[in-house]
């Protein structure tokens, strides 16, 4: 269980969405309230997009709340679109390998859930991962697998479908060796311009997400909130679970959707697994 | 805030005090109940006597919920008196140097609770500590200062005086500074044979602490508890926060009382500050 | 490139081992002379066997020469059997899961070398590796692989049999993919009463290898030398460079062979890898 | 000993200056030349400057070589002044409050060296520490003693000054017990605007220290060179060994000298150390 925070909008210093709201996510890392585990102290990440070609990604395995390097990156770095994660591990090792956001290319990726039975079925999801991306895989988590398994269906050219197929495998399998309820979480993941985050489990009772209301609207309702002025009309923030201290900031994400953001956008759509089709499932079968 | 655990007896695996009980103290570093903080995820140390010269000291900067090298080496180290501490950090850093148990020679010293006010008074007990120590002290904690500090008053000649006039230091130098409550918690100290346990604050509303039962009356209570069966008649176990599932197994340590336990003692003794002696005032004033 | 030592004979402190002797393993995590790598600075670890059910293991991503922790327990653990390690990471990421020795049940394995275009062969390989072993896999690296690969042929039953088959595997995957030398380097695996100690390399220039000299021959050499007083008969230390001060002391392991020793053992055989049957061959291919 | 470098000029992405050149410092950190030791692996830190309020500071206990933050921070902040330093600890501990470059407000400081017979004059020094300063002390090196030291002569106000009474004060506390030569090194220390680097020692026989030619005659000498062009005409690097491979890129910084570089000033200038005063000297021998 973790908890996780994305943004897109005008450029800010990490720290404003990091460090500064109420119930921050930092805080979240020691009293998490919507969380299957109220500390989220195994790790933790940030990925953010700047002028340089590709994203930067800091992980360390240290706790988030008590890592001076994180409160000095996040006060330095201006981002205008970044990921921050912070990690409940559950079985794998605390290590950066097994720290979100993952990254590939311009992509970063992050997760809070799991793949249920993951023990079980990992081997045949890693057989379903495209042969030139089995050996870059540097650590142990479903979430690293599933990112690979979403590059394998095309996240770089569809990421709605491409994750739909990814959970679609995960059930399949799951389903296959009898675990009942193979998937469940949020997941959020960008390149750069757009930012995706899905809410599915295969139970039907996915891990919390909220989206913020438009910023048009919050100014609306908050005149007074010098930071409302400074974000751009179409700054989002996508938060496992609410931070701040504003009433009706924030839309929950329903059950099977999910979240578009950045470049103007900014939608809620519905989300659906893809199963395999019988080649596919052959092949993760085999 | 802190949590911590001091066992003399016979020799037992560490783990068995460390993460077997129900409500161990590893289990404490996420969800301690009777701490000023639940999570105690700021790094944790152990420290032991066998037969080699002095005592162990492994110590490290991960919780202690997730360290696999802690696990490892609690599985393999048997000793007959062992600390263990858990951290919650206030204001210091999270490194090594700054974890409990802290050591000199043949002694171990460890700390719940605080030196209120400390970055006002650290300068005037860092002179008061004895000018062969002073270049050895190699964290920032107060504990560590206590610690010197009691060792330029004798502990290692006579414990409770030392540390009695130690902590009456710290509140003598406090309350110059306008400072009401300046000492609080619980400390044990050993060397090797025989272990202190104090509970004192200066306003009189010390961190909890408690004293296992004799064993013989443990046995009697419990004949089904193959545990209590290896233990030796003069086991005792220590802590802040009652580990197990034995009802009656716990003792409450008094406020202002002390624990001296092995070599067949055990018990429980009432505990005062000494002030300092002028000459002593003085020179931690100047 | 890394360098190891591995021990058997009558218990000793790990320290008597790893920082006593002259161009001790820590001084070589500075300062090796007969590496490729002059510097072995990326992790360490050392496994132990002791009264307890299975071997201890402890890893570290620090330095050998700076770890205090390494300092403690190697000056308080004694062993009759024992293994270290110090790492100079090529490719793979410095974290714990990555460290050797790795560990399996009663088993443990290291390793100085690498695959040949791993990168390459990774997936291949890993496919070979028995299903219900796969999921535990939890690092990056070539030696992890190339263990569960012995395992999957049987390592706990003949260890040269499995080792000369996970090797043949890996010659026969590799040359399949055009690499010239698909292995290199030492490995010591033992059970914790006899240890094996392999010298190959695909291209027949493998890296160093020494065996100490029977102890009874060494107390004729060296009267006046109290450490090899105390050392049981059958006490022998397998290591990648010489360590200590003592000229005539070690045996240069040849080319394509191994060393058993332990219980008494203490001998030098031919080794030859063995290519896969058609049939493994088959599965690894698949 | 430790290896060093300081940039100011027009805002380049920090990777430029510590991986792209050839002999780089993170190439020193494995296989420095010039340095009284080769490997460099105690940690390492970089200090820069941007537009926010004070210096971004991150510190790491890793090797250099082997750290992905780094690598992924110094190809992402971009400065016009940063510092970078990598460590080779003499007898304090491997932990982030011993990394230099050290940080009070605006200013970063860091050295290569020491002081001599720093355990028998550390109380000393300590006691000269400005009273406001003392508790602020984190690490137990000598280097962030001589930053508080030079703080409490003034560094703020004349940087050249308060080095010199600092170095001085440290001389006469070492004279006084006996220590031939009290002090070795080089420092940088800056407040975003110039940089001061200086080179002493009280024996005369001060470690290494190297000032990049003036831009415009390096471009007149390469002609071909675009990383030449992009820099500023006051680009200056002040560095513990040369990096690159430009010959006739370097001006050795005479011994008892500084450079003062920045705001358009690049200039060489003596350096001599000034004794306390009575009163001063008084106040540091009580």
Request: proline share 6%; net charge negative; glycine share 10%.
């Amino acid at each position: 269980m973790c908890r996780w925070l994305a943004y897109t909008g005008s450029p800010v210093v990490i720290a404003e969405a990091l460090y500064a709201p109420a119930h921050s996510l930092i805080d979240q890392s020691l009293h998490a309230r919507l969380g299957a585990e109220t500390t989220n102290g195994d790790g933790f990440g940030i990925g953010w997009y700047d002028a340089e070609p590709g994203p930067g990604v800091f992980r360390s395995i240290e706790p988030a709340w008590n890592d001076d390097n994180l409160r000095e990156l996040a006060g330095h770095i201006r981002s205008h679109l970044f990921f921050a994660h912070i990690r409940a591990a559950i079985g794998s090792a605390v290590q950066q390998t097994n720290c979100h956001p993952f990254r590939h290319g311009r992509w970063l990726f992050m997760h809070n859930g799991y793949i249920g039975g993951f023990h079980t079925i990992k081997r045949s999801l890693a057989l379903a991962v495209a042969e030139s991306l089995y050996p870059d895989i540097k650590g142990q988590t479903d979430t690293e697998l599933l990112f690979n398994l979403a590059l394998t269906f095309g996240l770089e050219d569809d990421p709605p479908s491409a994750v739909a197929q990814a959970i679609g495998l995960v059930e399949a399998c799951g389903r296959e060796h009898g675990i009942e309820d193979p998937f469940q979480g949020t997941i959020a993941t960008s390149d750069g311009e757009r930012l995706w985050a899905f809410r599915y489990s295969s139970e039907g009772k996915s891990r919390s997400l909220f989206f913020s209301r438009d910023i048009r609207a919050l100014r609306a309702l908050y005149p007074d909130r010098p930071i409302l002025e400074q974000l751009s009309d179409d700054a989002r923030l996508v938060v496992s679970e609410p931070i701040g201290d504003l009433p009706g900031a924030w839309i929950e994400v329903p059950e099977a959707s999910y979240v578009v953001a950045g470049e103007g956008e900014g939608e809620l759509r519905p989300f659906s697994v893809t199963p395999p089709a019988s080649s596919a499932a052959t092949r993760a079968r085999s």
